[in-house]
C-alpha cells in the first residue's frame, strides 16, 4: 500500500469537511488548527503526516512518543493530549510544547517545577469533565473559576484554553451540546473571573465528531484515525 496516496487521500477528506463545517459557522479555516494523534501508528507513519503538512502531533504517553519525538527531531510540536500522572511530568514538560489535560493541582506544582528548573513556561489546557461522564477526567465545571485562582502561584503554567472529550455516540450532532458548554464556559470565564489573559483557545472534536465541534468554536481538533489511519505496531 503507498502510505502517501492514503494520507493524501484522507487529508483531501478532512480538509473538506473542516472547509465545510467553517462555512456553515460563519468561521474562516484558518481559525481551527488539526493535531494529527499518531498513538496508533509508527514513528515512519508520523514522519509522513508531517511531511504531508501537518505540524502539530498528538500523543498520550511518552513511551508511545519517544521514537517519533526523536525521529522527527524539531519538525514538529507536539501536544500531550492523554492523562498525565505527576511522575510522567520530567519526561512531559520540554519536549511538548502542550498539555491539554491540566486538571488538578497536584499536576499543575510537578510541570510549575519542572518548567522552573528548564526556565520555560508551558501553554496548558484546562481539561473539563462537560459530558459528567465518571469514566473521563477533567474538571466538574463548576470548579473551573476556583481552579483558575488556585492556578496563579504557578506562574510557569499559561492557561491558554479548555479541553474536552465528547461520549462517543452513533450520532455526531449528539455531542452538540457538550462542545456548546465547553465554549459557553470560556466565553463566562473570560468574562467574569478578572483573568490577566484570556482563554482563547478550545481543544475539542476527534474523529467522530471534529465537524460539530469546529460548528461550536473549536480552535483545535485532534483527528486519529479518520486522518492518519490505524496500524499494528509493536510496543515499545
Known sequence: MNVSVTLESRFRDVEARLEAACARSGRPREDVRVIAVTKYVSAAKAAAVVQAGVRHIGE?????AKHKWEALNGQAVFHYIGSLQTNKVKDVV???GYIHSLDRLSLAEAIHKK????????PCFLQVNVSGEPSKHGLEPERLREFIRELRIFPRISPVGLMTMAPLE???EQTRPVFRSLRQL?????RDSGMETPLTELSMGMSNDFEVAVEEGATWVRLGTVLVGKEEIEAN
Open 115 to 122: 518548567a522552573e528548573t528548564l526556565g520555560i513556561d508551558v
Open 94 to 96: 520540554g519536549r511538548f
Open 60 to 64: 498520550n504517553r511518552w513511551p508511545d
Open 170 to 172: 452513533a450520532e455526531p
Open 186 to 190: 470560556k466565553e463566562q470565564l473570560n
